[in-house]
């Protein structure tokens, strides 16, 4: 099976024990730049998946919070990369350059390479230092940057053509720092209805990301 899907603590855990690397996809259904990247991330596990060597994994935020608590993700959608259950590479935002990089790396650290010769760096986030905006060039337009923004752009309006109501979903996410511990009374605040206002969630997306 070239993707695994996260079920448990015990499975994730069992994975990164029998496993050389494992690359997990911490994701979110509500996450437009997710589903944006998730055919990408399907293909590159086809592609490089080996039995005990290299996995693909993906964990949904929501349903398995534990497993992405601990391992500090923010942002989604987030990829780490762990050599021996050890992380040796993260990746934040929806950068199917980057991501494809990285994990061609991981491969040859599956084949005997070392990690610290092949990820010269903890890690890179999309915009961010040491990401791939960062790393162009001379002082002029960044390019790779507009078109990361335009690929980002057009997959969160696909991406809402196939979701209800991504922000209420946000909002209910134990991944909202912000989220009330119980549903507040209507108040008069309350619309003909008796709708209240929506909030945006606190989490952040790669698009919250780039208006930082």
């Known amino acids: 099976m070239s993707l695994v899907n996260i079920a448990s603590e015990a499975q994730w855990q069992s994975l990164l024990s029998d496993t050389s690397v494992v690359i997990a996809d911490f994701y979110a259904d509500w996450c437009g ?9 399907e293909r590159l596990a086809k592609e490089h998946s080996s039995p005990k060597k290299v996995a693909f ?13 601990a ?30 990089s990285a994990i061609s790396k991981a ?8 990690a610290s ?12 230092p040491g990401g791939a905006g960062s790393r ?36 209910a996410s134990s991944f909202n720092v912000h989220r009330p511990k119980d549903p507040p009374k209507p108040t008069g605040s ?5 709708a209240r206002p929506s909030q945006r969630s606190a989490f952040k997306t790669l698009a919250d990301l780039g208006e930082e």
């Open 33 to 41: 730049p997710c589903k944006m990247i998730a055919p990408h991330f």
């Open 57 to 69: 994994a993906k964990v949904n935020v929501d349903q398995q919070s534990g497993i992405s608590r």
């Open 71 to 100: 391992n500090g993700v923010s942002a989604m959608p987030t990829f780490m990369i762990f050599h021996k259950g050890t992380c040796v590479e993260t990746i934040k935002g929806a950068n199917p350059p980057a991501l494809a």
């Open 107 to 114: 491969v040859q650290l599956a084949d005997g390479g070392k």
């Open 117 to 128: 010769d092949l990820f010269k760096t903890p890690g890179r986030t999309l915009g961010g």
């Open 136 to 171: 162009a060039s001379g002082g002029g337009l960044n390019f790779s940057g507009l078109l990361n923004a335009l690929i980002i752009i057009v997959g969160l309006y696909l991406a809402s053509l196939f979701s209800v109501d991504p922000y209420k979903a946000a909002e």
């Open 190 to 194: 309350a619309n003909a209805n008796g």
